[in-house]
């Protein structure tokens, strides 16, 4: 996400690289290509051009520093228009009925329907809430029944009605169901509508006066880019809703939407999806995604993503057992099951600074851990607790078993052995730690 408008964004402030001071004519030079970037990534013009006429503002009325080269000035006045531009700061959702009502809407192929679950998803893990799910998209071919496989993965109930195909009316007994059963919050899955269908925007607006929703979220596909923005003002006209939710931020897509929806339709983005996987759903904040733009990394998110697995008592027993030379392939495989949760390898891989340019043309086998899995599933119980007993011919039933090499598994082992000696030595030398962060299981 976002690499190519990084990467002309860079280009951009080496314009000035070499240039003693800021001057209009070097600035004018440098923004000029950053706004040919912007429109590049289909970011709205007249933002595009607003955004670089304030930059323009900001930079001639700086002094540089001697410590400061005018480029490093350079991006942090962009970086921090880009955070404002975005929203500036982070935007939370409105929790606050009885039950807490939530309504959906947006674009057919959206992502309505899965973005619903994931938030059931998150709000229960996160937040200690009680949702149900309300399946009103009565018109989609298996949305109710995708609903319900959703729901069933994360633990979640979804509330249907067969055969009714009123939505109003399943979304008003939803909230009286989940009334009657405890329940403290209603999701309300709408089916995907035209803006110029005057008979579903009817339809969706007849859904919001009945339930009165405490937040109406607007969910849009980000690779649609600037379509995506007209969409939401034609949406925001009718519904006037709290919020944005970007969709497949972890695809091709070029951000104007996330540069522009903000602008146009004076809403926050509220979150940002970031992958299939139930769980590849963030808050999104403003200023972590100019740092990513800019090549800065994320640091403060993928730590945060670390310590959603972090277990206490779990760290405690690794220390103990990396200590007495136990570590063993049974814990090597719980620790690779761990950072699998984190999330798509190449989006963790782009949060530390500097790394992300440098896997620009790389492509990360999100399978990557498959054969190492493997290897170890075919071990006996015996041989994973006990790696040193894996002989020659035991390597070998084992590459038979998961259908690699003796060699794949030899190097398996050998990096396992010094990831061990490692690990150890860590442990041991650092008396000051009392503790070793580990992964949930």
Excluded: W
Excluded at 313 to 326: C, D, P
Aim: glycine share 8%; hydrophobic share 40%; charged share 30%.
């Amino acid at each position: 996400m976002f690499e190519n408008l990084s990467e002309r964004l860079e280009r951009s402030f080496k314009l000035l690289k070499g240039e003693g001071k800021i001057t209009e004519i070097n600035v004018a030079e440098t923004l000029k290509d950053v706004r040919r970037a912007l429109l590049d990534a289909d970011v709205n013009y007249k933002v595009a051009k607003k955004f670089t006429d304030t930059v323009k503002e900001k930079a001639l009325g700086q002094n540089v520093l001697s410590s400061v080269r005018p480029s490093q000035l350079m991006v942090k006045i962009v970086h921090d228009e880009l955070a404002s531009l975005m929203g500036g700061a982070t935007a939370d959702i409105n929790l606050k009925g009885s039950p807490a009502v939530i309504l959906m809407s947006g674009l057919q192929g959206s992502g309505k329907t899965t973005f619903s679950g994931k938030l059931a998803g998150m709000l229960k893990s996160k937040r200690g809430k009680n949702p149900l799910l309300a399946a009103c998209d009565v018109y989609r071919p298996a949305a109710i029944e995708q609903l319900r496989i959703l729901g069933g993965q994360i633990g979640i109930p979804v509330y249907s009605e067969e055969g009714n195909k009123n939505p109003v009316e399943i979304a008003q007994h939803a909230i009286a169901e989940a009334k009657k059963t405890g329940k403290d919050l209603v999701i309300v899955d709408t089916a995907g509508r035209l803006a110029v269908d005057e008979q579903m925007m009817q339809e969706i607006a007849a859904i919001k006066k009945a339930i009165h929703p405490d937040e109406i979220l607007f969910v849009v596909d980000a690779m649609t880019g600037q379509d995506a923005v007209n969409t939401a003002k034609e949406f925001n006209d009718r519904l006037d809703f709290n919020g944005v939710v970007l969709t497949k931020l972890d695809g091709d897509t070029r951000g104007g939407a996330a540069l522009s929806i903000r602008t146009v339709v004076d809403k926050p983005i509220k979150f940002i999806g970031t992958g299939e996987k139930m769980d590849a759903l963030d808050l999104f904040h403003p200023e972590r995604m100019a740092d990513r733009i800019l090549g800065m990394g994320d640091i403060v998110s993928l730590v945060e993503r670390a310590q959603e697995q972090y277990d206490e008592e779990e760290a405690k027993r690794i220390q103990k057992r990396l200590a007495k030379n136990q570590f063993d392939f049974n814990d090597f495989m719980g620790q690779i099951q761990q950072i699998k949760k984190m999330g798509n390898l190449k989006d963790l891989a782009s949060m530390i600074p500097g790394v992300s340019k440098m896997m620009k043309n790389i492509d990360v086998d999100e399978n990557a851990f498959n054969s190492i899995e493997a290897i170890i599933q075919s071990m006996t119980p015996v041989e994973r607790s006990n790696p040193a007993i894996l002989n020659g011919s035991r390597r070998q039933r084992i590459a038979n078993g998961s259908g690699t090499t003796v060699e794949e598994v030899n190097k398996l082992i050998k990096k396992f052995d010094d990831a061990r000696k490692m690990m150890r030595m860590i442990t041991t030398t650092s008396k000051g730690n009392k503790r070793m962060p580990v992964l949930k299981k």
